[in-house]
């Protein structure tokens, strides 16, 4: 998504489950084929997994964390 909104959709249920203002350009999303989870890249270079239940971060790491 250009715009950094991640909307995750319930197929079965026909709606929105939930959505998320990840802050920067997503580059790349993967789904996990077996858990409940997503992987996400952004063009700032930040890598996260989140679940899709509810979309809370299970982790995340930024390219500029250990720079110092």
């Known amino acids: 998504s250009?715009?950094?909104n991640l909307i995750v959709w319930?197929?079965?249920a026909r709606?929105?489950?939930?959505?998320?203002?990840?802050?920067?350009q997503i580059s790349d999303l993967r789904i996990h084929p077996l858990r409940n989870?997503?992987?996400l890249a952004t063009k700032g270079g930040s890598l996260e997994t989140r679940s899709l239940s509810d979309g809370t971060i299970m982790h995340n790491i930024n390219k500029f964390e250990n720079l110092r």
Not at 15 to 24: A, L, M, Q
């Open 2 to 4: 250009e715009d950094g």
């Open 10 to 12: 319930d197929w079965e």
């Open 15 to 24: 709606k929105k489950s939930f959505e998320i203002d990840i802050k920067d």
């Open 37 to 39: 989870e997503i992987a």
